[in-house]
């Protein structure tokens, strides 16, 4: 009898349901029902704290179209897995606990960055991991796509369809606000895909005077409306020469205020024209996951199932040239997947004048 512990970190997003319904089916084939599931509350929060239970066969079915985890999940820095804090409680050791406890022979873990780093530290520290790829930012080393990102992207897309329609009614520049802290793939995709006049992605710094030059040509062009996708990381090429504890400084004082407000009030000052902004958020991350992502929740589902039944510990699954590999955690582990400068859809988008105000 197998025993296989799962759980869902970080932020949530589409097809994470169909993920584990996809490791649960695999495993229940690979073992011929002769294994037991546990499930783990809110990611590690649960495996510290030993909330589990022991799921029944009939509770992976129905949640493919599921948006959200049914596990719940949680946000526990790698940094603080460490430490000891106020309730004196040793994170690690008692992750260890939890799984002795259950007796489980792998522990799969579905995430994203965060997530990967404290899966290779239980993998270090001997447990049986197994991982898989989730977020919509796309971000993560070792894997060419994350499942969540093209969900959201569909999501982000329809954003600005829409914003297209009022702005042109109007003839408005409207400048959106696309998920993405530290890379900028969900805004790129989504900002072509939904034909955004400017792309401010991380990656590339923004001059803000450049991005006047381009809506005042294109208003002269007789083009009476504009769309600005800006990443929610996207930074200026004054802040790109701050060092870093001056940037944290700098950011501590923005506060709440998104990047995408600042712009609009930039821009207002040299513009004559209307502008509003629109910040999707988290809608970008809820609702049901897009027929692609449930065909890639469940693939790499299955190929963890074949890994933990081949006892092939310490891989994330992972997308290369559109098949399904195990990655060592060790290598996923601690980077990040950003925009190269001279990637193709970025280029593409270059090429037909899209202006990344640089
Ligand atoms: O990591 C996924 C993500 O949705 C990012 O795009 C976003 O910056 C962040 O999570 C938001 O985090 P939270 O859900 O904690 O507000």
Redesign the pocket.
């Known amino acids: 009898m197998k025993k296989i512990g799962i759980l869902t970190s970080?932020?949530?997003?589409q097809g994470l349901n169909a993920a584990i319904r996809g490791v649960a089916k695999g495993l229940y084939e690979e073992f011929d029902d002769d294994v037991l599931i546990y499930g783990i509350k809110d990611g590690y929060r649960g495996l510290i704290a030993g909330e589990y239970s022991l799921m029944k066969k009939y509770e992976f079915s129905g949640i493919l179209t599921v948006g959200g985890t049914i596990l719940g999940t949680s946000?526990q820095p790698f940094k603080m897995m460490r430490k000891i804090e106020e309730d004196n409680v040793d994170k690690v050791a008692a992750m260890k606990e939890s799984y002795k406890r259950m007796g489980l022979d792998c522990l799969v873990i579905l995430g994203?960055?965060g997530t990967h780093k404290t899966a290779n530290l239980l993998s270090e520290e001997g447990l049986n991991v197994v991982s898989l790829p989730k977020?919509?930012?796309n971000?993560l080393w070792g894997t060419d796509i994350t499942f969540?990102f093209h969900s959201?992207l569909d999501v982000a897309t329809d954003v600005i369809d829409r914003l297209h329609t009022t702005a042109t009614s109007h003839g408005r520049i409207f400048v959106v606000d696309i998920?993405?802290?530290?890379a900028g793939w969900?805004n790129l995709y989504a900002g072509m895909a939904g034909g955004a006049d400017i792309i401010l992605i991380p990656e590339i710094p923004y001059d803000i005077n450049k991005i006047a030059n381009v809506l005042e040509k294109r208003n002269n062009d007789g083009k009476k409306f504009s769309i600005i996708a800006v990443a929610?990381?996207a930074i200026s090429v004054e802040e790109s020469k701050m060092g870093k504890k001056e940037f944290k400084a700098h950011l501590a004082q923005r506060g709440s205020v998104s990047v995408s407000n600042i712009i609009a009030d930039k821009l207002s000052e040299k513009i004559n024209q209307e502008i509003r902004v629109v910040i999707p958020?988290?809608i970008?991350?809820g609702g049901s996951p897009s027929a692609y992502d449930r065909v890639l929740s469940t693939r790499f589902g299955a190929g963890a199932a074949s890994l933990i039944k081949e006892e092939k510990y310490g891989y994330m699954m992972g997308m290369k040239n559109n098949e399904v590999v195990p990655v060592p955690l060790a290598e996923v582990a601690g980077k990040l997947k950003t925009v190269p400068i001279d990637n193709e859809v970025l280029l593409a988008a270059r090429k037909i004048g899209i202006s990344f105000g640089d």
């Not at 970080?10 to 997003?13: I, K, T, Y």
């Not at 998920?179 to 530290?182: A, C, D, T």
């Open positions: 970080g932020g949530d997003c946000r994203g960055n977020t919509i930012d971000d969540g959201a998920m993405g802290h530290k969900l929610e990381g958020g988290h970008q991350r």
